[in-house]
């Protein structure tokens, strides 16, 4: 797909010949029957989709607009929507004859999905990690080194999702035989087109589910938008629906003006990171800066190319939600409706409380709810201990449960 200026293949030659003969592969297996078909039953009877669209009334009535719907990707198994593509790009691999895939992860869930695959169609699997990371998702590593995955912890740089793609980039280009499996929308073409592909289950199905349950569109969709998987995968069945508004939410971190944020588009510069045309985050000299989100799926400095496109043609409107207002959103979501969503998550989660009162009663607003927060756990009672002897923590009653 052609997305303006954005996207290309900003790659070594060598790199190129093995990028377009991947092109070539997809294009020709997804056209197959047998390929979709094998996609189709392993998305039911191993992920276990369709995922369930969920009336959140406890959280409606607290937003006091729009009925909030969530789409439960935190259902999927492995608990996030990283599944859908892992096994898509898995599938691929054994069908191109590879033996090895690699893949590099950020909060963990890609590389659980990686790892799950791997063992799933009998694959050689190594992940790359950002050694910050593998501190903040312990959980995760454990979970990818069951599954028999080779865990690599990238200390370079800011020791996160970035670097993790740098380094594995580096091997791909150096191994010749490995498939790399790439876990957002992001990357030079054609991933971003091939994660697109794989995620674009969730938008069909949300639509489905909530003409069925409410017997029209929605007035609007929300997700949150690290390199930006979940959200393309929502958005794209209803791009072409004028009427729904669209919102892409990135992590803030602690505020756009701190500058410790995930923002890729605040600032508006169009640079190159991972072999793609993009909004980048970037110094005075050009250099790409160091992201910053409480939630490591979220912690990237760019954003996938047809994010960009969607921006600068003004049919989605990107915006962000700082930790906070996401912590905030998380313990609410546990309190109110018995649901424990991820990090990333809860970013959109909070951006649909703000924007809910915009939408009349009787609208639907749907959030994708990316994935469950089994991997925030410890961040989350670190945060809450250290309220609690901050002594900011009140359990009268009255409390706003947003300051927990
Ligand atoms: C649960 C969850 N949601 C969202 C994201 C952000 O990634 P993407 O923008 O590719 O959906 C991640 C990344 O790890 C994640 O684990």
Redesign the pocket.
Known sequence: MNYLEFGGQYVPQQLKIKLNKLKEEFDRLVGSEEFSGEYRRCLKQFVGRPSPLFFASNLTKYAGGAKIYLKREDLNHTG???INNAIGQALLARKMNKTHIIAET??G??GVATATAAALFGLKCKIFMGKEDVKRQKINVNKMKLLGADVFEVTTGNQTLKEAVDVAFDYFLNHQDVFYLI???VGPSPYPEMVKYFQKVIGEEAKRQIVEQEGKLPKAIVA????????IGLFADFIDEKQVDIYGVEGAGKGLESGKHACAIYQNKIGVIHGMKTYVMQDENGKIKDAYSIS???DYPGIGPEHAYLYKTGRVKYDSITDSEATGAFTLLCRLEGIVP?L??SHAVAYALKIAKQYDKNDAIVVNL??RGDKDLNTMIKIMEQKREKNLVKTDKNTDIRSM
Do not use: D, T
């Open positions: 996030a929507h990283k950020g909060a869930q890609h876990g957002s929308a949150c938008v690290g390199g930006g998987s979940n959200s490591a799926g979220l991820a990333e998550s990316s994935g």
